[in-house]
């Protein structure tokens, strides 16, 4: 028996090896593609500090960023306020040289971005650059501006969906042989559902378990019939995990 990751690539083979260090077989069926967006910063701003959402706006633009010579390696000695150890860890690879985690979601890094204001580590009437997906779940930068800050946002990658699911899942799907599927985001768990739907899959694909990192991406799966749906405690992949074998004791008793 399988655990189905549909996490993008190249993240997916990380989940993949913990999930195998923990004793699972696993398949990978990622359901959104990374694309980087071109970046073009012509914004006069002095910026005070850079937030990120995604692990994926550091690998799109930090390359750009080199190549784009002296002038934009400033923006890597700035504050960069991350939503999560896994972005902030992606951030520091790239050569940041100040990261501040925050805990997890994007409410959170709002929180942490209003906090260091309070604690005069971060001037509010500073610039704020924020490196952003093409599909936002929530409107950071509004809502940062409605507390007084002034944010810039730049689109860095697109996610787009995969609208096929690999031939080994639709086979593990009809042979009863997937125990429980991870979901990460809203859209890729709305991929899956099409995927699945196209595929002929739908009904095996959601009577087993779906594991997912929030209440949010949990809802996706709720609305489309599933009928059993957990969301992690916290929006980290080790909450994910004690989801997955919560499910899975469930299962067996």
């Known amino acids: ?13 990380a989940t993949a090896e913990n999930l195998r260090a923990r004793g ?3 398949l990978l069926a990622p359901m959104l593609k990374f694309e980087p967006v071109a ?6 701003a002095d910026y005070g500090a850079i937030i990120v959402t995604s692990a994926n706006a550091i690998r799109a633009v930090a390359p750009q960023l080199q190549d784009l010579g002296l002038k934009n390696l400033g923006l890597f000695e700035l504050p960069l306020f991350a939503v999560g150890e896994h972005t902030a860890a992606a ?8 990261v501040i985690v925050a805990g997890g979601d994007a409410a959170a890094l709002r929180d942490k971005v209003m906090q260091s204001a309070r604690d005069k580590l971060l001037k509010k009437k500073s610039t704020l650059l924020y490196l952003a997906g093409a599909d936002l779940s929530r409107d950071l930068g509004a809502e940062l501006g409605a507390e007084g800050f002034s ?3 730049q689109t860095t990658y697109r996610m787009t969906p995969v609208k096929i699911l690999p031939r080994d899942v639709c086979d593990g799907f009809a042979a009863h042989g997937i125990e429980a599927v991870l979901h990460y985001s809203r859209r890729s768990a709305r991929a899956f559902l099409d995927a699945a739907r196209d595929e002929g899959v739908e009904i095996s694909a959601l009577a087993i378990p779906q594991c997912c990192l929030s209440e949010t991406v949990a809802s996706v799966l709720r609305d489309a019939g599933a009928s059993q749906v957990l ?3 916290t929006p980290d992949e080790n909450a994910l995990f004690d989801t997955l074998e919560r499910a899975l004791r469930t299962r067996l008793a």
């Open 1 to 13: 028996m399988s655990i189905l990751v549909t996490r993008p690539h190249p993240d997916n083979e």
């Open 24 to 26: 699972h077989a696993v």
């Open 39 to 44: 970046f073009h910063d012509e914004s006069e």
């Open 91 to 98: 951030a520091r690879d790239a050569g940041f040289a100040e």
């Open 151 to 153: 944010v810039v946002t």
């Open 231 to 233: 969301g992690a405690a």
